[in-house]
């Protein structure tokens, strides 16, 4: 028997999770069992622990979009016992069982080795927020990264976090949005050459278009704070918009894409195939200094979930929360 994080739906359609001791027979059907060593929490995450299940297909459930750990067992010619592996995507976590477990099963298509240069650890501090972030490096750099500071807002969080110590490692000046002044001298431990206060971008503003600021921009928030950034962008430059931490709409006009050449680019990680998921996580372990990850882990185990998915929708979380699963 092993522990697993259960989300469970009473009558009523109340949720609750708490660790319980579970049979391997229980996990969902899969061709690669894992002995998962590290999960985190992700903004998804918070949405799946939390009251009225969020992104949950089935009950009762084990959540976690992500997980690291060794392979126990493989009915897959690519995969061996013992050989390191990650996921991200796929919908685990919401419609399959996911990595708040000590083990996991799940198709073989969904895992990715673990490139040379990043443990388990490591890849739990990057996890599906930092993939995310760095799928939206790649992006920037297909579209062309224009002279001029890169933006990242929600700099303080997990995918605001990877993103400043990836661009920075490039050589990118960084300039970071927060709305935690108290965060300032961690984005610039990271990489940050310029911390942005929230409001100093988000206030509203009648006029489309503003003095063309930023080279490229990785955008974390979404709503007002995208909307006013797409009227600061150099011409031709492009945002990869990421999440919506501050809201799912978009207040803007057209006039930053007709007059400046904008280039507004969607990023999901979920569904990435396997080749582009390979190259980002090569990339990870080349272009990402394994000391800045170390400086953005916060260490939890499974008995802490419930509360730290709260954490995380409400936008309390610094960093990365890295979820020892048998700690
Ligand atoms: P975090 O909660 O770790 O970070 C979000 C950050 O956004 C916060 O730390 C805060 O940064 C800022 N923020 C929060 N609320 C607001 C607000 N109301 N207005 C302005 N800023 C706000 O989440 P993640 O970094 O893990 O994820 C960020 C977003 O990206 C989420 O929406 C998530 O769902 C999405 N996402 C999308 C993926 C994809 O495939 N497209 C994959 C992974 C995540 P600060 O305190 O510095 O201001």
């Not at 170390?294 to 954490?311: E, F, K, N």
């Amino acid at each position: 028997m092993f522990n697993a994080l259960i989300v469970e739906k009473d009558e009523d359609g109340k949720t609750a999770a708490g660790v319980q001791r579970i049979e391997i027979d229980q996990l969902p059907a899969g061709d690669v069992t894992v002995a998962v060593e590290y999960s985190t929490v992700n903004y998804k995450d918070g949405l799946c622990i939390g009251p009225g299940g969020g992104l949950v297909r089935n009950y009762p459930h084990v959540p976690g979009i992500d997980f690291s750990g060794t392979v126990e067992a493989s009915d897959d010619p690519r995969y061996a016992p013992g050989d390191k592996v990650v996921l991200t995507g796929w919908r685990v976590g919401e419609v399959h069982w996911g990595g708040y477990a000590q083990k996991a099963r799940v198709n073989a298509d969904w895992l990715v080795p673990l490139p040379n240069g990043i443990d388990t650890r490591h890849a739990m501090a990057v996890g599906t927020a930092g993939f995310t972030a760095m799928l939206a490096v790649m992006a920037l750099e297909d579209h062309g990264i224009k002279d001029g500071p890169v933006l990242v807002t929600g700099a303080a969080g997990g995918v605001g976090s990877v993103a400043t110590a990836i661009l920075a490692n490039l050589g990118y000046d960084v300039a970071a949005v927060t709305g935690r002044p108290e965060t300032a001298d961690y984005l610039t431990s990271l990489g940050a050459t310029q911390i942005v206060a929230r409001e100093d971008i988000n206030e509203t503003t009648k006029r489309p278009l503003e003095a063309e600021a930023w080279g490229g921009c990785i955008d974390a928030v979404g709503s007002a704070m995208l909307a006013r950034v797409l009227g600061q962008m150099k011409y031709g430059a492009s945002v990869a918009a990421v999440g919506l931490a501050g809201g799912a709409d978009l207040p803007a006009t057209v006039i930053p894409f007709l007059l400046r050449g904008v280039n507004l680019l969607g990023i999901d990680s979920v569904m990435q195939p396997y080749e582009n998921r390979l190259r980002a996580w090569e990339r990870i372990a080349k272009d990402l200094p394994m000391a800045k990850l170390d400086a953005m882990i916060q260490p939890a185990i499974l008995s802490d979930l419930p509360d730290l998915g709260r954490d995380i929708l409400q936008g309390k979380v610094k960093g990365r929360i890295v979820v020892d699963v048998n700690g």
